[in-house]
């Protein structure tokens, strides 16, 4: 029988083996790794509850779990915060079964309103479900020209016009000016920007797995970036930002593009688009790249509230806090942002 343990901080050896599990199992994702418990402690002083199951020879189970504290938002448990994948992963339903019991009287001892899992699958038919969310994923071709075929002809006419711009992509050390693109760019469409010192951590917790994409004009000017995960084969752009003028030069299209074409020729076999909430733009511009959504299972329990809780842009009642955040001022934006970010995750 599986035993029931917690993963500490800094217990190296125990960190191997549960990332040699994540890596091993088809239905763990990058969000499952085990550096993120640091992650979440170092940028934003969340409590973490990393869950495991193993056998004397073995993990056979994991369950990452975070507690967001907020006056505004409540109280939760999550699996995972700022990611779009989670929820339990084992090699049996045993060690399923004990992760999710255990789950749940942590979020009943902790007080929380709820327990989020953010799973690909469903696997709680009678739990409450949040269906607001899509991701887009799609296989790699091995040659570059036909991926490049492969993308519907006016997004792909995009892509050949930022090619005749002279836009150029390079990788970069740090994340100055990823931050600097990323944060105006939120700020424009009223969202709080996340700290810097967030990107910071992730580049140094993930190493080579954690990649900044910059894309710059003729002149030397960036305009487009990218904050991308690696995981197995795949690649995912998570964090992104733009220069107002990159839709006049297509440095989105390209950007994008120049990261399929260097995870072309590294051997990558999956590029995952990530996660779009339905009836946007960036979930249309993902459909008009060829891909095509595939619906996010996030589950709930429900302790002290009678719905799922909507936390997100799409929420009318957070218009007028939206058009105010558009006429703050950047730096005191990006000031004020992380106090308020922490708490949605």
Known sequence: ???????????????????????????????HRAGWQRVLRDAFGHDTHFLYT???????????????????????????????????VAEDDESRALLEAEADRLARRLGVQHLELRQLERAHPDWPEQDLYVTFRKAILPDEEAN???????????????????????VDDGVDRFFALYASNVHRHGTPALPKRYFRRLMQEFGRDAEVLTVSAPDGRPVSSVLSFYFRDE???????D??????LAAND????????????????TFDYGRS?????????????????????????????????????????????????????????????????????
């Open 54 to 88: 193993r056998t004397a020879s073995r993990v056979t189970g994991v369950l990452p779990l975070a507690h967001v504290r907020s006056l505004l938002f409540g109280s939760s448990l999550a699996s995972l915060p700022f990611a779009v994948y989670g929820g339990a």
């Open 277 to 345: 909430k339905q009836g946007t733009g960036s979930f249309a511009f993902k459909k008009n790249w060829g891909f095509e959504p595939q619906p996010l299972h996030y589950e709930y329990r429900l302790y002290k509230r009678e719905s799922v809780p909507q936390h997100n842009p799409s929420n009318a009642k957070y218009r007028l806090l939206i058009e105010a955040w558009r006429r703050m001022p950047l730096a005191m934006a990006n000031w004020l942002g992380p106090y308020v970010v922490r708490s949605l995750g």
């Open 1 to 31: 029988m599986p035993e029931l343990l917690r993963l500490a901080p800094e217990d190296a050896r125990d960190h191997a083996s549960w990332d040699d599990f994540v890596m091993a199992h088809p239905k763990a994702t990058f969000f």
């Open 235 to 241: 690649v995912l752009p998570y964090y992104a930002g």
């Open 243 to 248: 220069d107002e003028a990159a839709r006049d």
């Open 254 to 269: 390209f950007k994008y593009w120049e990261l399929m074409r260097r995870a072309c020729a590294r051997g990558l076999k």
């Open 148 to 170: 490049m075929l492969a993308i519907p002809r006016k997004q792909r006419a995009m892509v050949r016009k930022g090619i005749k711009n002279g836009l150029q992509s390079a």
